[in-house]
T-cell receptor
Framework: DGGITQSPKYLFRKEGQNVTLSCEQN?????MYWYRQDPGQGLRLIYY???????QKGDIAEGYSVSREKKESFPLTVTSAQKNPTAFYLC???????????FGDGTRLSIL | SQQGEEDPQALSIQEGENATMNCSYK?????LQWYRQNSGRGLVHLIL?????REKHSGRLRVTLDTSKKSSSLLITASRAADTASYFC??????????FGGGTRLMVKP
């Protein structure tokens, strides 16, 4: 079955540590996105990539980094510069910007 | 930047009743999309309505779009306990991104 896989489901970060969230899709979609969701809130765009080897900052990119070396993969690194990383992180993909987005089941990141 | 605003923020109804959620946006759009999110899960796409459409149906769901008022509504008819979830609108605007609203948390009591 085609879909988006995010891992791990739960992640804990120590002070000063970088952590990487995985997002893999087998939908052959060109565009991929990372969102942050705080409790009871909507989604805020962190980074997006419309094509391999290219990505753009979203509304809240500070303290985060991404790479897009393969079409299927769009990992997100939460760096130590992100002082308030506790949130639910969602990855999505779409065949073209503005069309329906397909979401993974998220990674919940907490601080130790 | 958050553009869409949803109303109400929370809604509690009895099974069998209809649920209406509203969404407003600020700039012109190409399309508006509605998604559902069960607790602790990702979002699932429900309906996409384009800017030249006024109404769209899918099963028990009906979405309307009023571009003159920059608003949309999602109606769920004959609600079921399984409809309990958060519902989000997202507008596709000139920036070619989806901008999500804050969501409506729907609880359907059996």
């Amino acid at each position: 079955d085609g879909g988006i896989t995010q891992s791990p489901k739960y992640l804990f970060r120590k002070e000063g540590q970088n952590v990487t969230l995985s997002c893999e899709q087998n939908l052959n979609h060109d565009a991929m996105y990372w969102y942050r969701q705080d409790p009871g809130q909507g989604l805020r765009l962190i980074y997006y990539s419309q094509i391999v080897n290219d990505f753009q900052k979203g509304d809240i990119a500070e303290g985060y980094s991404v790479s897009r070396e393969k079409k299927e993969s769009f990992p997100l690194t939460v760096t130590s510069a992100q002082k308030n990383p506790t949130a639910f992180y969602l990855c999505a993909s779409t065949p073209a910007p503005g069309e329906t987005q397909h979401f993974g089941d998220g990674t919940r990141l907490s601080i130790l | 930047s958050q553009q869409g605003e949803e109303d109400p923020q929370a809604l509690s109804i009895q099974e069998g009743e209809n649920a209406t959620m509203n969404c407003s946006y600020k700039t012109s759009i190409n399309n508006l999309q509605w998604y559902r999110q069960n607790s602790g899960r990702g979002l699932v796409h429900l309906i996409l309505i384009r800017s030249n459409e006024r109404e769209k149906h899918s099963g028990r769901l009906r979405v309307t779009l009023d571009t003159s008022k920059k608003s949309s509504s999602l109606l769920i008819t004959a609600s079921r306990a399984a409809d309990t979830a958060s519902y989000f609108c997202a507008d596709h605007n000139a920036g070619n991104m989806l901008t999500f609203g804050g969501g409506t948390r729907l609880m359907v009591k059996p």
